[in-house]
T-cell receptor
Framework: KQEVTQIPAALSVPEGENLVLNCSFTDSAIYNLQWFRQDPGKGLTSLLLIQSSQREQTSGRLNASLDKSSGRSTLYIAASQPGDSATYLC???????????FGKGTKLSVIP | SAVISQKPSRDICQRGTSLTIQCQVDSQVTMMFWYRQQPGQSLTLIATANQGSEATYESGFVIDKFPISRPNLTFSTLTVSNLSPEDSSIYLCSLLIGGEQFFGPGTRLTVL
């Protein structure tokens, strides 16, 4: 059974810092990996999708990497802003499946 | 992507009653999903709803408790029946487009 772990559970940084969020998964046979953002009491916003054949994806200040063989992904946020404060969720889809398995998320606070 | 709306956005219900949540999409999609997010937890898949077929439920979720309708390619409903305080959660619909999942804004349910 796939398990997804996100470290740290919470992170507080001053505005302007670069930061890295970590995600690990136990079964490397994945179809893709998605990073989401969730604001308090809200739904999920898709940030980046990485196919299993890809190594990284970039969108603006966000860069996500994937090392499928080691079961790891990182989300890099450059020049953090208070508006980046949210919970960031990592989720994987197993090969031959469509079901997302989520980690518990990293709650990010960017202090002005 | 797609525009996904959910109704209601939130509700407070009495124990023993039922709540029906609607999910509307602005384009036709084959696969729609319903997730539950319990307080402080990550998302758990309840069921997959494909138009023209019975919903497929994940382990721990049953049709009598969570009946789902999918009358067409742009709409689905999830009913949470015989409510108990343990059903207090955020319920989210999602859909799959090009291998990427997109989520609605969620329905926050509180059961008294």
């Amino acid at each position: 059974k796939q398990e997804v772990t996100q470290i740290p559970a919470a992170l507080s940084v001053p505005e302007g810092e670069n930061l890295v969020l970590n995600c690990s998964f136990t079964d490397s046979a994945i179809y893709n990996l998605q990073w989401f953002r969730q604001d308090p009491g809200k739904g999920l916003t898709s940030l980046l999708l990485i196919q299993s054949s890809q190594r990284e994806q970039t969108s603006g200040r966000l860069n996500a990497s994937l090392d499928k063989s080691s079961g790891r992904s990182t989300l890099y946020i450059a020049a953090s802003q208070p508006g980046d404060s949210a919970t960031y969720l990592c989720a994987v889809v197993g090969a031959g499946s469509y079901q997302l398995t989520f980690g518990k998320g990293t709650k990010l606070s960017v202090i002005p | 992507s797609a525009v996904i709306s959910q109704k209601p956005s939130r509700d407070i219900c009495q124990r023993g009653t039922s709540l029906t949540i609607q999910c509307q999409v602005d384009s036709q999609v084959t696969m729609m999903f319903w997730y539950r997010q319990q307080p402080g937890q990550s998302l758990t898949l309840i069921a997959t709803a494909n138009q023209g077929s019975e919903a497929t439920y994940e382990s721990g979720f049953v049709i009598d408790k969570f009946p789902i309708s999918r009358p067409n390619l742009t709409f689905s409903t999830l009913t949470v029946s015989n409510l108990s305080p343990e059903d207090s959660s955020i319920y989210l619909c999602s859909l799959l487009i090009g291998g990427e999942q997109f989520f609605g804004p969620g329905t926050r349910l509180t059961v008294l």
